[in-house]
């Protein structure tokens, strides 16, 4: 069984810092790419920020500047720093990760975490 288990989230005002952490574990063969999705009420999930095994980032438009994304490959954690929040950034937040496991290394699959919310507000 693979888990990735998020956390860190909670309520901020505008303007308030968070960061949340994922880990991943199981019987993990290697993991590609990571990242956060988040989907607010009424709205369909949507890519906030992704990084490669190697380092490379990608953001959505409405977080670039705001949000930095990192990853710790020897403990399988992804975090994402989220500075400037703004009541718009308001969702639950899901960890991705890109993962083979030990049992079938050649294939790749996507687990999602439980998700933890974030909610900004004055």
């Known amino acids: 069984q693979v888990q990735l288990v998020e956390s860190g989230g909670g309520l901020v005002q505008p303007g308030g810092s968070l960061r949340l952490s994922c880990a991943a574990s199981?019987?993990?063969?290697?993991?590609?790419?990571m990242g956060w999705y988040r989907q607010a009420p009424g709205k369909q999930r949507e890519l906030v920020a992704v990084i490669t095994s190697g380092g490379s980032t990608n953001y959505a438009d409405s977080v670039k500047g705001r949000f930095t994304i990192s990853r710790d490959n020897a403990k399988n954690t992804v975090y994402l720093q989220m500075n400037s929040l703004k009541p718009e950034d308001t969702a639950v937040y899901y960890c991705n990760g890109r993962i083979r496991r030990l049992a079938s290394p050649l294939y790749e699959s996507d687990y999602w975490g439980q998700g933890t919310q974030v909610t900004v507000s004055s």
């Open positions: 199981g019987r993990i063969f290697s993991i590609n790419g």
